[in-house]
T-cell receptor
Framework: AQTVTQSQPEMSVQEAETVTLSCTYDTSESNYYLFWYKQPPSRQMILVIRQEAYKQQNATENRFSVNFQKAAKSFSLKISDSQLGDTAMYFCAFMTRSNYQLIWGAGTKLIIKP | GAVVSQHPSWVICKSGTSVKIECRSLDFQATTMFWYRQFPKQSLMLMATSNEGSKATYEQGVEKDKFLINHASLTLSTLTVTSAHPEDSSFYIC?????????????FGPGTRLTVL
């Protein structure tokens, strides 16, 4: 069975700082996808970034980038130049092509302080 | 990006009554829809997967007679909480995967907050 682990329940940084959220996963699959979702106080799930497992290059979306270490089954999210609007719950998620279901981590509450 | 709506966004009902939550894909055809439940400060818990025109597949521990899911068209899935009790109070989220979509695309609705008195 696949599992996703986020070991940081809560993190807090100052505005403009860089922060890294950790995520590890376990699977025997070779073809899968990894995601980071953001859930602000509105509770709307927002896709932050995605990574296909077959791609060696780390995904980047503006201030958001990932460090994908396939052998170590690690998928961390780096947020550069953090902004107050980045305050939210962040969930790491895993998906296989067998059923397209998302397996979710427990989440990390990120607080950006002014 | 594709838009998924949910209605109602917030509902309060009395214990013993049934509540229906609608999930609609507004600008694409959703071949698969997923229903999640989220408790405060917790992650999403998958309740069931529904494919258009077929019976939903429920996750272990989810009562199919209590949480009725219907996916009658390519743009609409409904979740009915039957004989609701206070322990059913929660935040319910749907997501949809579209016909012809990129494999990994799932689009989320804004969620429905259910409070059972």
């Amino acid at each position: 069975a696949q599992t996703v682990t986020q070991s940081q329940p809560e993190m807090s940084v100052q505005e403009a700082e860089t922060v890294t959220l950790s995520c590890t996963y376990d699977t025997s699959e070779s073809n899968y996808y990894l995601f980071w979702y953001k859930q602000p106080p509105s509770r709307q799930m927002i896709l932050v970034i995605r990574q296909e497992a077959y791609k060696q290059q780390n995904a980047t979306e503006n201030r958001f980038s990932v460090n994908f270490q396939k052998a170590a089954k690690s998928f961390s999210l780096k947020i550069s130049d953090s902004q107050l609007g980045d305050t939210a719950m962040y969930f790491c998620a895993f998906m296989t092509r067998s059923n397209y279901q998302l397996i979710w981590g427990a989440g990390t509450k990120l607080i950006i302080k002014p | 990006g594709a838009v998924v709506s949910q209605h109602p966004s917030w509902v309060i009902c009395k214990s013993g009554t049934s509540v229906k939550i609608e999930c609609r894909s507004l600008d694409f055809q959703a071949t698969t829809m997923f229903w999640y439940r989220q408790f405060p400060k917790q992650s999403l818990m998958l309740m069931a997967t529904s494919n258009e025109g077929s019976k939903a597949t429920y996750e272990q521990g989810v009562e199919k007679d209590k949480f009725l899911i219907n996916h009658a068209s390519l743009t609409l899935s409904t979740l009915t909480v039957t004989s609701a009790h206070p322990e059913d109070s929660s935040f319910y989220i749907c997501s949809a995967r579209g016909q012809g979509a990129v494999d990994n695309e799932q689009f989320f609705g804004p969620g429905t907050r259910l409070t059972v008195l």
